[in-house]
């Protein structure tokens, strides 16, 4: 059965065409790269996994609240509202926005695959396009095993989010060689990055918790890659190149920041909209939610070089300046231990349940 018919509501069945402007470039430097992106891309091969094999496919998901957070942690939670909803439409509400969720970050991997793919071509070194091959793979990873979660575990999808879709587009439709690294390494990567955190740590569903820890693994090694490129390109920008870059910045933040409003949810369920938004937009929830999901971008825009005054004032009025004080290399070696240990936990599993069938094979022997 087709995905198409799956949606909460029709969508094009044919392709989304977004031209791409720029050169494909090509050098013939082969024997000189950046040590710390050639390890970089060996530790992408040495990374490689099975979305088959890795994830326990078996263990259940309810669909009504998919990560398996208290009811304090819904965006409606506490409003008239909610109140006034049956438990059948509370849960029928769980069902969409785990549904509208995991959409999109279904959706934003299948940009961050088309994007990686543009930057093995626009880049100019051959170390930054080595590591984005690697990249492109684990992006198709990422698809595969996000398309299989939301057809097996939730049966429903939402379209793609237009404030994505926006940044998506305007990422791949700039001539500069830099511009899907920024768009899609720090923002959009970013984001998810933390997005994912938020879950993986909030969740008490174990198919959740695993799925998202092995991503994070690789997501961590994406955004560390659009850092080390970027810094050293910045360095290098006029005053009016880098306030382009910061101009960019702004307004893909701006775009972000409401991409996880769940504004689709509201209007697909016929709930009052401008009340719904409201009442999301002004909670103390959401408030902290917001905060937390800019964690690894303002860090990471700040480290690059893009620290102008108009970029502090938009971090300032979102709300999430602060945030420019993490420590973005301990937050990445947290997300490469969080999946060393379930690896860990799932080889201690398979290792027990060998012994218990050596065991119950020697008892039959016995007897």
Not at 326 to 332: I, K, R, T, V
Request: charged fraction near 30%; hydrophobic fraction near 40%; include cysteine.
């Amino acid at each position: 059965m087709s995905s198409f018919d799956h949606y909460v509501r029709d969508v094009p069945t044919d392709t989304w065409d977004v031209p791409m402007a720029g050169a494909a470039r090509f050098t013939w430097e082969y024997d000189d790269g950046r040590d710390r992106l050639l390890a970089l891309y060996q530790k992408g091969k040495d990374k490689q996994w099975d979305a088959q094999l890795r994830i326990d496919w078996d263990q259940e998901v309810d669909p009504t609240n998919v990560a398996g957070l208290p009811e304090n942690f819904n965006p409606l939670f506490g409003s008239d509202i909610w109140e006034k909803m049956t438990e059948a439409e509370r849960q029928e509400f769980g069902r969409h926005q785990g549904s509208w969720l995991f959409s999109q970050f279904l959706h934003g991997e299948q940009g961050a695959l088309n994007v990686s793919a543009r930057i093995v071509q626009s880049v100019p070194d051959l170390d930054s396009k080595f590591y984005a091959a690697t990249q492109v793979m684990d992006e198709a990873r990422h698809v595969e095993l996000y398309a299989r979660f939301v057809h097996e575990k939730l049966g429903m999808y939402y379209p793609i989010n237009q404030d994505l879709a926006k940044l998506l587009k305007e990422s791949l439709d700039d001539s500069r060689w830099d511009l899907p690294y920024l768009g899609m390494q720090v923002l959009i990567e970013g984001l998810a990055l933390a997005a994912f955190g938020l879950y993986r740590d909030m969740a008490t569903t174990p198919l959740v918790k695993q799925l998202l820890a092995y991503v994070m693994q690789d997501e961590a090694r994406h955004v560390a890659f659009g850092r080390l490129a970027l810094k050293d390109y910045y360095k290098e920008l006029t005053s009016a190149e880098r306030a382009e870059r910061e101009e960019f910045v702004v307004e893909g933040c701006y775009l972000m920041r409401d991409r996880f409003t769940g504004r689709e949810v509201f209007e697909n369920l016929g709930l009052p909209m401008d009340r719904c938004m409201e009442y999301v937009e002004n909670s103390q929830m959401f408030t902290l939610y917001q905060s937390l999901l800019f964690s690894r971008i303002v860090p990471i825009v700040k480290d690059i070089g893009l620290w102008g005054d108009k970029v502090q004032a938009a971090y300032a009025d979102m709300g999430v300046l602060d945030n420019a004080k993490a420590d973005l290399e301990a937050l990445m070696r947290q997300d490469e231990d969080i999946a060393e240990k379930y690896d860990a936990e799932r080889q201690e599993r398979e290792m027990a349940e060998r012994r218990r069938e050596v065991e119950e094979a020697i008892a039959l022997g016995s007897e």
